[in-house]
């Protein structure tokens, strides 16, 4: 059987295993389990349990349970309430400040986070009822928690780019400084479109009234000192992020060592500011982040079996090999990948995606002549669009949770906006890949 016969057929198996309702760990394993026994030598069975440990034998990884402390740590208090408010505060004079202010509380908890269900959790709480009190229609009050949820994995730090980094063997630290200007490229758009929105809405409300509980947007004024008073609690997260930026730019800490400080740190000041107790609290997050951080490791580990498999029955080298052999313009085959990467986030996490497809993708990006930096900037993006469109879309899960009286086809309703701004924001990489670049090209590395 050739290897381009035997890979579709191995993509065909693949498919019914992940697609099966089976945990993505179990199915790659068990995919792996069956390609190893059916196609290879019986004996590589005994190497299986090695391979699965090299492939989490890496030091890069100890920053994902880091980050996934940190953000567990933040996420189980309500500073992300106290952000939101903070920022609506300062933005509300704004045509539709009350939606910007959800979606900048987003982008910064999105840098103490790292996940994107937990910003849309965490601010989605707070943001919803208040944007749906001040009239705004349920539609853009949920498509503006599900788009800025997607933040999450953009700005840094990012599970998605530290697993991408693993898995093509890049600089972590440079993926997470390039995610900086494009995490604020989308921030801006996303904000733009936002008041774009209310001021035709306001001119034109038609049927938007009908789903919001008070049509008539709250008029409402703080002063400077009630300004202020709002920064207190938020001021030191703020610093928190500043400060880690500052380690990994300037190449003072590695991603995991700037993980460790971000969540020691955190748990200190969650303490100090909103009375953590160490018998009730911290045992909730510890397990929040021993369950989650256990599930993205197995999917690396399987995912790292899956992908020798792949390699030693000479899958990845034909399919590389075949793309560049067809000598398509390079842009013609990035907007193949990207239409292929959109569709797999219809049914798949992020991390999934990342550690199945990398291997396969990197040597046809390298080949092609385009920066592994960048395009893991671009695969983020792919990643965020796949968040919010169905039928795995959890964003959209998680704000119908929030507003279980919104229809999930007005969520989706508002949310199709910013999927299209997510494109735009891949197209305008493509023409500027500097956006991407410039940073990490004047980043010291460690």
């Known amino acids: 059987m050739s290897p381009a ?28 389990l069956f390609f190893i026994v059916t196609l290879m030598d019986v004996n590589q069975l005994f190497m299986t349990a090695h391979t699965v440990y090299e492939g989490l034998n890496d030091f890069g990884l100890l920053a ?73 229609p349920g539609s853009l009050a949920t ?43 989308m921030t801006g758009l996303f904000s733009v479109w936002v008041i774009f929105f209310m001021v035709l809405w306001r001119r034109n409300p038609g049927k938007g009234q009908i789903d919001s509980p008070n049509p008539s947007p709250a008029t409402e004024s703080y002063t400077l000192k009630e300004k202020l008073a709002s920064l207190p609690r938020v001021l030191p997260f703020i610093l928190l992020i500043v400060i880690m930026m500052w380690a990994l730019y300037g190449g003072l800490a590695t991603p995991s060592e700037a993980a460790a400080v971000g969540a020691i740190a955190a748990l200190i000041m969650v303490k100090a500011f909103y009375q953590l107790t160490l018998r009730e609290d911290l045992l909730r997050i510890l397990k929040g982040s021993i369950r989650e951080s256990t599930m993205i490791l197995m999917i690396v580990g399987t995912s790292y079996l899956f992908g020798v498999v792949l390699t030693k029955l000479y899958i990845t080298q ?18 193949i990948i990207n239409f292929f990467l959109l569709v797999l986030g219809c049914f798949m996490p992020p991390v999934a995606i990342i550690l199945i497809t990398a291997p396969i993708l990197h040597p046809i990006i390298t080949g092609l002549g385009f920066d592994t930096i960048w395009f893991g900037v671009i695969i983020t993006l792919n990643m965020e669009a796949g968040l919010i469109t169905p039928p795995v879309g959890l964003n959209l899960y998680i704000v119908q949770g929030i507003a279980p009286d919104v229809p999930i086809s007005q969520v989706l309703q508002g949310s199709m906006p910013f999927l299209l701004l997510l494109g735009l924001g891949i197209i305008i990489l493509c023409i500027w890949p500097e956006l991407a670049l410039w940073l990490p090209n004047k980043m010291i590395t460690r």
């Open 5 to 32: 016969i035997l890979g579709i057929f191995i993509l065909v198996v693949s498919l019914v295993f992940l697609l099966s309702g089976m945990p993505i760990a179990f199915a790659l394993g068990a995919v792996s």
């Open 64 to 136: 994902i349970p880091l980050f996934i402390l940190m953000g567990s740590t933040i996420a189980h208090t309500k500073a992300g309430a106290d952000l939101y408010e903070a920022l609506h505060r300062w933005l509300y004079r704004l045509p539709g400040g009350l939606g910007i202010s959800n979606i900048f509380s987003c982008a910064v908890f999105a840098a103490l986070c790292g996940s994107s269900p937990a910003t849309a959790a965490a601010i989605g709480t707070a943001g919803i009822p208040e944007m749906r009190k001040r009239g705004y």
């Open 143 to 185: 498509g503006v928690i599900v788009a800025g949820g997607t933040l999450g994995i953009l700005i840094p730090p990012s599970v998605t780019m530290i697993v991408y980094g693993i898995a093509t063997q890049s600089s972590v630290g440079k993926l997470f400084i390039a995610g900086v200007i494009p995490g604020l490229l």
């Open 318 to 335: 034909t399919v590389a090999n075949g793309i560049i052999e067809l000598a398509l313009n390079k842009w013609l085959v990035m907007l």
